[in-house]
């Protein structure tokens, strides 16, 4: 049995409770002010127990003091003090962390080819470069005026022209040149057409050349990745593979801006060093063992990020966004989870990170490919517009297929994919999507 107590109007809305209290005390002080005072009675002694009111409760034996008001002066100063406190602990794990981190591989790095000169390419190359003003980068690209301008200019003329590059990277056309000596390989050619590149060059490529991956998308017609593309290409089922992802505009890392991504790798010593040749003040890099995951994910972010523009293109709003892009992240993570990767890389840094820069941001292509799309545009006008690879439009084909094979129902990517061939409109698409059948969320 339960006696109630006058409570009082203004406390009985925000009890407070004492941080040491029994909850399971026979009487139970709801404030310290004026309030309603409960005392619990067992049948046994309950005839004999009478309903008391007072303004204050009397004292009871045995239970603490109450605690004070959450807004008086006293408690305020207790949060900050557990805030700073938190603070001060987390900071000198990060400098422990730290002193113990080794160093070493940078120190005994002496050259880092990056092959590709595209925007993100660049971006690397200068981030590498700027690491240790000996360290010799080297770019392979193909066309001869940028490598002009980064020789002789310290700019990349066709895509960041404003923007000077270390005076250590240095550009050729050569690639036996460009890999000669080189202690690790950073790839940034798209997917499309790296199976064919890295023919031609594989006679001067070391078998133990660690090869660092930026490019993103499944080849069209093999639906491979880039972590099968590059042993088979080179004829070297052993060559050392790194997959480089995360929400990473190469503008904003050419600026040094605060940026976060992560490294996947079957072998986590090689994980670890990639992580010390690359992490700076200004980047972060994790680890991951997670390969399928991390790649897969940077591939369908893509696609998704060209509904994400359709969307924006034909103005349907907040709330048609934020369904979109949910059901988008929920078919990447059925197909990812089918292929053998971990549902906590499509949450981390290379899944959920990624796609929501890619889907929310103007700087994204694949984004403002979907934009154009959805404004009317023909795909063949907006690509021959544009000067850089929107790798969604050709992996957006070969996610369906892979869609199929693992038995995946993913009715957003499919639906894009049908919007690239020009099998269906935008707003037929919208129509069709928002028909689907009524069922339980997965």
Known sequence: MVVLMEPSSSSFLNPNFPPNA???????????KPTLFLRFHSPATAAVDSLRCSATPPPVSGD???????SSPDRRQDRRR??????????????????????DVLERTNKVVVLGGGSFGTAMASHVADRKPQLEVNMLVRDPQVCQSIN??????????????????VATTDAKAALLGADYCLHAVPVQFSSSFLAGISDYVDPGLPFISLSKGLELNTLRMMSQIIPQALKNQRQPFIALSGPSFALELLNKLPTAM????????????VQQLL???????????????????GALKNVLAIAAGIVEGMNLGNNSMAALVAQGCSEIRWLATKMGAKPTTITGLSGTGDIMLTCFVNLSRNR?????????EKLDDILSSMNQV??????AGAVVTLAQKYNVKMPVLTAVARIIDNELTPKKAVFELMSLPQVEEV
């Not at 972060?284 to 995951?293: M, P, Q």
């Not at 929107?390 to 992996?395: D, F, N, R, W």
């Open 64 to 70: 603490p003091d109450p605690v004070p008001d959450s």
């Open 152 to 169: 002789e200019n310290h700019c990349n003329c066709k895509y960041f022209p404003k923007h000077k590059l270390p005076d250590n990277l």
């Open 279 to 297: 992490a700076s003040d200004h980047l972060r890099i994790s680890t991951s063992s997670d390969v399928t995951g991390v790649e897969i994910a």
């Open 368 to 376: 403002t490919v979907g934009v154009r799309l959805g404004s009317g």
């Open 82 to 103: 557990a805030v700073r406190l938190a603070w001060e602990r987390l900071v000198r794990w990060s400098r422990s962390w730290r002193s113990k981190a080794k160093s």
């Open 262 to 273: 992560v490294v996947a790798s079957k072998d986590k010593k090689l994980a670890n060093a």
């Open 22 to 32: 029994n909850p399971y005390s026979r009487n139970l002080i709801l404030t310290n």
């Open 390 to 395: 929107a790798e969604g439009v050709s992996t």
